[in-house]
């Protein structure tokens, strides 16, 4: 199974990610989780992306795609693979059809957590209160929303005509949103 979670940051897809890990053992792909490891243990990748997160860009496709590409090799045989904060663009979104039909998969679902932008911000303040994430400072939040916007957003019609997007309503409490997720999973499995 191949799924992305697929959403504006803060959307809920890293809870929503982490509970399909413990639930179902797919293995969790967070590009945003991989930068921030690398930042954190000072890698020549870490300190070449820095000061791109803290301002809420976007690191370049070539960086992402290949982070992804380790990663599918590296857990070769998992159960299913949920994409977190991957595709962003729609460039990666091509390089990941084709990162799996070279390992005879495809995308299988991907699930939009449709989420209201007025409710995420202020849920991010709350986040940034709470765990101190400099990109989650109000300023770099709506850069990443802007980005989100305009990069990440054209991907929906397109995984819609493929007959892949599932929409789940991602204010909704986190039990309601994964059973939302998994009648999608039901749906294609
Ligand atoms: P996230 O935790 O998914 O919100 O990602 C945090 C930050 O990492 C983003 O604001 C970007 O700077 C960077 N990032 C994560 N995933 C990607 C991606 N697929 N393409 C480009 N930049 C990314």
């Not at 870490?46 to 960086?63: C, F, H, P, Q, Y």
């Not at 709470?130 to 850069?143: L, V, W």
């Amino acid at each position: 199974m191949n799924l992305i979670l697929f959403g504006p940051p803060a959307a809920g897809k890293g809870t929503q990610a982490k509970k399909l890990v413990a639930e179902r053992g797919f293995v969790q792909l967070s590009t945003g989780d991989m930068l921030r490891e690398a930042i954190a243990s000072e890698t020549e990748l870490g300190r070449r992306v820095k000061s791109i997160l803290e301002e809420g860009g976007l690191v370049s496709d070539a960086v992402v795609i290949a982070l992804i590409g380790e990663q599918l090799t590296a857990n070769k045989g998992a159960a299913g693979f949920i994409f977190d904060g991957f595709p962003r663009t729609v460039p990666q979104a091509e390089a990941l059809d084709e990162l799996l039909s070279a390992r005879g998969t495809e995308v299988d679902c991907v699930v939009r957590l449709v989420v209201d932008e007025e409710a995420l911000i202020e849920r991010v303040t709350k986040r940034y209160e709470e765990q101190g994430r400099k990109d989650d400072n109000p300023a770099t939040f709506s850069i990443r929303l802007g980005k989100y916007n305009q990069d990440t957003a054209p991907l929906i019609p397109i995984y819609a005509e493929k007959g892949k997007l599932h929409e789940v309503d991602g204010m909704a409490p986190i039990e309601v949103v994964s059973a939302g997720i998994d009648a999608a999973l039901k749906v294609v499995a």
